[in-house]
């Protein structure tokens, strides 16, 4: 067994981050085959589309006590169904350094984005794929200014 990724990018099940009722399902049956964002689409596959995703965020009103500046992006996988799964954090500050920025905001972020579910399922071919997905926190003096992409 290979310590890499069958596809550069991929993420593995962890399971003590995972949830493991969460499945792959796309084509492929004996290893099923995510593509990644830009393979599928250029559009945004979220019931009703990102700003559906900004209005909610905003009502949430989720910010950090501390005033940093910087980027939280939150990557993950979305199955044949339209479930989300595998997610992954990354942070960087605003000079695109991996540095820690505040782990309750971040947590609250991830909780956030697992929160979300209004992913489209989608099709190529006629086949039922599992695509990955990400959204990064665009933060700054601990709020979020925007959403990517």
Not at 58 to 66: A, D, L, M, P
Request: net charge neutral; hydrophobic share 30%.
């Amino acid at each position: 067994m290979s310590k890499y990724p069958d596809i550069v990018g991929d993420i593995t099940f962890d399971e003590k981050l995972d949830e493991t009722d969460f499945k792959k399902c796309g084509a492929g049956k004996d290893k099923p085959f995510s593509f990644q964002y830009y393979n599928v689409s250029q559009q945004f596959d979220y019931k009703g589309e990102k700003i559906a995703i900004e209005e909610r965020l905003k009502k949430e009103n989720i910010s950090s006590e501390k005033k940093i500046n910087g980027y939280i992006t939150v990557r993950f996988l979305v199955n044949c169904e339209g479930k989300a799964g595998l997610f992954r954090v990354k942070h960087l500050d605003s000079d695109l350094k991996d540095v820690a920025l505040d782990g309750e905001f971040e947590n609250k972020l991830l909780k956030f984005t697992k929160s979300l579910n209004g992913w489209r399922p989608k099709k190529i071919e006629g086949l039922k794929i599992d695509y990955y997905q990400y959204l990064t926190y665009k933060i700054e003096d601990g709020q979020v200014s925007e959403v990517l992409p």
